[in-house]
């Protein structure tokens, strides 16, 4: 069975500053792709980035960026220039190639400090 | 284009009660969803269905039922409510897996806030 581990359960940054959120999961596949979710306060859940892991390029949306190491099983979030609306719960998530079921971490509480 | 939808957005009941959460979906998806949310959790899929008429079990499915009876419709039933199932509920959307492609992105409501007393 796949999980999915995040080893942070909170963290704060300063605004400007650049945070990195850890997740690592554990599965025996080798085709599948992996999410960050951001969950604001507003309880919406919102698909910040994905990454395919036949592809070797790190993924990247604007501030946004993965670091994807497949056989580390490793795949961090780094946000960049961090503002105040970064404000949110972040989720690791993983899904196996032709699946329909998400696997979800427990989550990063990341707090932007003004 | 509403997206997903989920009505009520907040519910307090008493333990033994019975309710029924209601999502809609505007897109025509075939794939619905019920999760829950609970602090230091994440989201834990409850059921889920691949098609109108079809249900079947995810990770913590004890406690609810669910029914597809319309594509557009997904409800989640508690037949008898317990405090145990206090949490914040997410229905969630996507279309199916089609020759070609690999997997199809999950759209979310906005979740239903339930306390059991």
């Known amino acids: 069975a796949q999980t999915v581990t995040q080893s942070q359960p909170e963290m704060s940054v300063q605004e400007a500053e650049t945070v990195t959120l850890s997740c690592t999961y554990d599965?025996?596949?080798?085709?599948?792709?992996l999410f960050w979710y951001k969950q604001p306060p507003s309880r919406q859940m919102i698909l910040v980035i994905r990454q395919e892991a036949y592809k070797q390029q790190n993924a990247t949306e604007n501030r946004f960026s993965v670091n994807f190491q497949k056989a580390a099983k490793s795949f961090s979030l780094k946000i960049s220039d961090s503002q105040l609306g970064d404000t949110a719960m972040y989720f690791c998530a993983f899904i196996k190639n032709r699946d329909d079921k998400i696997i979800f971490g427990k989550g990063t509480r990341l707090h932007i400090l003004p | 284009n509403a997206g997903v939808t989920q009505t009520p957005k907040f519910r307090v009941l008493k333990t033994g009660q019975s309710m029924t959460l209601l999502c809609a979906q505007d897109?025509?998806?075939?794939?619905m969803y019920w999760y829950r949310q609970d602090p230091g959790m994440g989201l834990r899929l409850i059921h889920y269905s691949v098609g109108e008429g079809t249900t079947a079990k995810g990770e913590v499915p004890d406690g609810y039922n669910v029914s597809r009876l319309k594509k557009q419709n997904f409800l989640l039933g508690l037949e008898s409510a317990a405090p145990s199932q206090t949490s914040v509920y997410f229905c969630a959307s996507s279309s199916a897996i089609m020759t070609g492609t690999s997997y199809n992105e999950q759209f979310f409501g906005p979740g239903t806030r339930l306390t059991v007393l």
């Open positions: 599965t025996s596949e080798s085709n599948y792709y």
């Open positions: 897109m025509n998806h075939e794939y």
